[in-house]
Each structure stands twice: as structure tokens, then as C-alpha cells.
């Protein structure tokens, strides 16, 4: 294949961010339209100096092409909106139901969204599945914020049930001291292992994604900033106030009208065909979410946590992106592909114009 | 300023001459559209080449056309576009809009 051609093919495919498969056919019916445009002007007779070079030109800037296929390929259809809001109306119902601190519920709800999201990647993960992905990873951040004492006990009691210092009776009670909010550690310990799977799914189908866009992986973290926020002043209210209280239920209210900012910049992000609305969305709808969940809480005049979580809300958004330009920038494309893109014809080649 | 009227003429009827041509050639692929359009316009009309595919992968996306790849002269391919049900529903609804807008014009010309 022509210098000038795989050239043009790549910068296309740099900028494409779609997946491997879509990126193929779409590279393939240039490379043909290509050779369309070569073989006509051999036939029409005419001359050109530097042939390549002249019929990439009139296809246009391949970033150009680039980015105008992205937005007619990247526009979720309402379907995917549909599924893609599913984990955040869960979060929702569970915020209004006051089930967040409730086994069973939780159990099922993150049950149903692991079991999603492994058939899904099984299936070849559609753009809708970041949002359970997103949804198991983030929750495994109130789990830690709520349960660190849990987890410093799990330590200390086995460190000391291995040197024989308490016997098993013992260590159970230690644990069963230190769960919060659930009475018994084997909740905790079970919803950690189902969040734990789920965590390690999502950073499998975070690394699939990343060798191709680092958007979806952004939009998978967003919602963090948001649960961190919450977590961090739900553990004051319950020290302060104790987990039944007004307070709490106060703070539930709140992140449902939090979540519902995310949930609307999310139903942007998917049907927006722009990068750049897209880039927006995703991180007003995180900044405002997390700007509400404070000022109706602890209030803005808590300069320290706002811009925390804000500045948390930035790293999370542009961390995928450092990543995949460090480490997974689109390389160039495969040269068994191009090549068997161009032993499918022989194409008139140097030979028609040397 | 003539050409930028033009580009934006195109630019603004681009899905409906695509969806009339892929209609009217029944199967086609995105080089022949490009050189079809250049020819029955006598050359008015051309297509910036690289807006041509993206125009066709929405139509794609919306489901008025489908995109089949096809096996063309041994071993070259070439995906080949026909016309869906929607897509015939929505070429007809956008030919009767455009049929009343030139109507409409042409009155308003017509009266001066």
C-alpha cells in the first residue's frame, strides 16, 4: 500500500475513538473508495504528479472525516439511553426508598447490575454499559469510606487470631463491633465481594476501552465524585445525628435531586453526537451534582471538602484521558489488516504514472 | 460568497439527494453517489468527498438506509447502500416539503 494512503488511513483511524470493528469497515470503505477515485483517473486518462497525494486530497482533512464519522456513529440511539440510565435510576429509587442502608435491597440491586454487565461484555459491550460498570466501581467508595473501621478490625483481630490471642467466638464479635451501617459483617463482607467483582469487570471492559477512547472510561468514573461527597457526609451525620435519624433521611432527599442532575447530563452524553458537548455534559453534570449535594448539606462556606470534590471531579474526568495518551494512543493500524486490504486487487499502483 | 450559498444549499439537502439517488439506483456505494450527483447536476452540485461518508453512516444509523458489503470484481469490496421502509417514508415526507418550499418560492418570484 502506498505511503501516502496508510498515512492518511491512520490519521483517520487516530481519530476515530470508535470500536475496532466499526473503525475496520469504516477504513475499509475509504481505502476502496480510494481506489475507486485511482482507478477512474487512470481510466479518464489524466495525469496527476503525485496521484496519492492528489486523491487523498479531495476526500478532505482526515481529521475532518475523522471526527464527522465519530459524530454520525457516536449518537446513542433512545434504546441506549434507556439502558445506559437504568444503575442511576436504581441509585435514585434507592435514595428515595431509603434502602441504602439495607441488605437485601442493595444485595439484589448490585446482583442484577454485575449479572448485566457480565453478559453484556460477554456479548461485545455495547456504549450503554459503562454506566453499570460505573455504577458496581463507584459504590465500592461509600463501602471503604463507611466501613474503614471494618476493614482496620478484619486486620487487627486476624493478626491477632493467627498469634493465637483470640479465639474465633472472639474475632466474630470484633467484627460485629466495628460494621457500619450493617449489623453484621457477613452483609459487608458479602456486598464487598459482589462490589469487588464487579470493580475488577469494570476495569476489564475500562482497559478494553481504553485502547480505543478514553471517554467512556471518564463517564464510567463521574459518578464518584458524587458518591465520595455523599459518603463523607453521610459518615459525619452518622456520628453526629446516628443512622436513623432526620438527618439522614435529609441527606437521602438531597442526592436524589444530585443524582438527577448527573442522570440529565448523562442522557446529554449519550445523545449528543459532539465530542465536546459530550466532555461538557459529563463534567457539569458531576460539578453541579456535587455543588448541590454540599450547599444543601454542610454548605459552600466548607471551601475544603467543595473544592476536594470538585478537583476530584476534574482528575476523574481527564485521568483516562492522560492514561490512553501515555499508554494506549491510538497506535497505528494493523499491518496485517492493511495488508489484507490491499492484496484484495491489484491496484494500479506506481506503475500506471511512473 | 456565490460558492458559500451553494455549499450551504448542498450542505442543507444532502440526506434528501442521498436518500433520492440511493431510491433511484437502487443499491449503490458512496464513490458512485459521489460521481451520480456531480453528473445529473451537470457538475453544479459537488460533494466534498469526506462529507459523504459520514452523511451516509447517519442515514445508516437512523435506519433509513442499511449498508451491505459486497464481494465486487474477485476480491475487492465495497458496501453498497439501499433504501430502507423508514427511509422511503421519510424521502417522501422530505420531497412533499421540498416540492412546497420551491412552490412557495417560486410564488413569491413569480408575484415581484
Redesign the interface.
Given at each position: 500500500m502506498d505511503k501516502e494512503i496508510q498515512s492518511y488511513l491512520n490519521e483517520i483511524h487516530s481519530h476515530l475513538h470508535l470500536d475496532t470493528s466499526t473503525e475496520e469497515k469504516i477504513i475499509k470503505e475509504i481505502y476502496y473508495h480510494l481506489e475507486d477515485a485511482l482507478e477512474e483517473s487512470r481510466n479518464t486518462g489524466l495525469y496527476y504528479k503525485e496521484p496519492f497525494k492528489d486523491i487523498t486530497q479531495t476526500l478532505g482533512n482526515p481529521r475532518d472525516v475523522a471526527r464527522l464519522l465519530y459524530e454520525a456513529h457516536s449518537r446513542g440511539s433512545w434504546e441506549e439511553v434507556a439502558l445506559h440510565l437504568q444503575p442511576y435510576l436504581l441509585f435514585i429509587a434507592l435514595f428515595a426508598f431509603h434502602l441504602c442502608y439495607s441488605f437485601f435491597p442493595l444485595l439484589v440491586s448490585f446482583i442484577f447490575t454485575l449479572a448485566v454487565l457480565f453478559l453484556s461484555i460477554r456479548r461485545g459491550m455495547g456504549n450503554w454499559i459503562f454506566s453499570w460498570g460505573g455504577f458496581l466501581f463507584s459504590s465500592l467508595v461509600p463501602l471503604f469510606i463507611l466501613s474503614r473501621e471494618f476493614l482496620i478490625n478484619v486486620t487487627k483481630a486476624s493478626i491477632l487470631m493467627l498469634y493465637g490471642r483470640v479465639n474465633i467466638s472472639q474475632w466474630v464479635n470484633s467484627l460485629n463491633q466495628a460494621v457500619l451501617p450493617f449489623h453484621n459483617f457477613m452483609y459487608l463482607t458479602i456486598l464487598f465481594f459482589i462490589l469487588l467483582l464487579g470493580g475488577l469487570l469494570s476495569i476489564h471492559s475500562m482497559y478494553r476501552t481504553l485502547k480505543y477512547d478514553w471517554l467512556p472510561v471518564s463517564s464510567m468514573l463521574m459518578l464518584l465524585p458524587l458518591l465520595l461527597g455523599w459518603s463523607l457526609i453521610l459518615k459525619r451525620t452518622m456520628a453526629q445525628f446516628g443512622l436513623l435519624s432526620s438527618q439522614v433521611e435529609q441527606l437521602d432527599s438531597i442526592m436524589i435531586y444530585s443524582l438527577s442532575i448527573y442522570t440529565l447530563s448523562s442522557l446529554i452524553f449519550i445523545r449528543a453526537a459532539s465530542r465536546h458537548i459530550k466532555i461538557t455534559a459529563l463534567g457539569a453534570g458531576s460539578v453541579f451534582g456535587v455543588i448541590f449535594l454540599i450547599k444543601n448539606t454542610i454548605g459552600i462556606e466548607d471551601m475544603h471538602t467543595l473544592l476536594f470534590l470538585i478537583a476530584s471531579t476534574l482528575v476523574f474526568l481527564f485521568i483516562p484521558l492522560l492514561v490512553y495518551r501515555v499508554f494506549f494512543q491510538a497506535p497505528d493500524l494493523d499491518a496485517e489488516f492493511l495488508k489484507s486490504l490491499s492484496k484484495r486487487k491489484e491496484v494500479i499502483h506506481h506503475s500506471m504514472y511512473q | 460568497m456565490d460558492n458559500g450559498y451553494k455549499a450551504d444549499l448542498l450542505r442543507g439537502n444532502t440526506d434528501l439527494l442521498l436518500l433520492f439517488l440511493i431510491r433511484e439506483l437502487t443499491e449503490t456505494y458512496?464513490?458512485q453517489l459521489i460521481k451520480e450527483v456531480e453528473k445529473r447536476s451537470e457538475g453544479y452540485f459537488r460533494f466534498?468527498?469526506?462529507?459523504v461518508?459520514?452523511?451516509l453512516?447517519?442515514l445508516e444509523?437512523a435506519g433509513l438506509v442499511r449498508g451491505i458489503?459486497k464481494k465486487h470484481?474477485?476480491?475487492?469490496?465495497?458496501?453498497y447502500y439501499k433504501i430502507t421502509e423508514k427511509g422511503e417514508e421519510v424521502l417522501a415526507r422530505k420531497l412533499g416539503m421540498w416540492e412546497d418550499f420551491s412552490r412557495a418560492v417560486g410564488l413569491i418570484f413569480g408575484s415581484t
Open positions: - | 458512496g464513490y466534498k468527498e469526506g462529507t461518508y459520514p452523511a453512516h447517519k444509523q458489503w470484481r474477485g476480491e475487492q469490496e465495497r458496501k
